[in-house]
């Protein structure tokens, strides 16, 4: 697992919710303010936990998803 460095963990404050976003980049929860979120600087997005550690799992050093099995291309 590479990709903690990956994600700037935040508090989502009023602030971030109103003028950025206040749903999960990913899955499209609701996030609520004082929760933990996750800026993707892959993909300038908010994540929630849940997303960001799936997404973690997946990721390389260079912050890039690594598709199980490998077999699309
Ligand atoms: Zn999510």
Known sequence: MGGENCFVEQKATKEILLRVTNVCGQCYESLCEGENIYYDMST????????KDELCERMNDEC???EE???LF
Do not use: P, S
């Open 64 to 66: 890039e998803i690594e």
């Open 69 to 71: 099995g490998g077999g």
């Open 44 to 51: 300038y997005r908010y994540l929630c936990q849940r997303c």
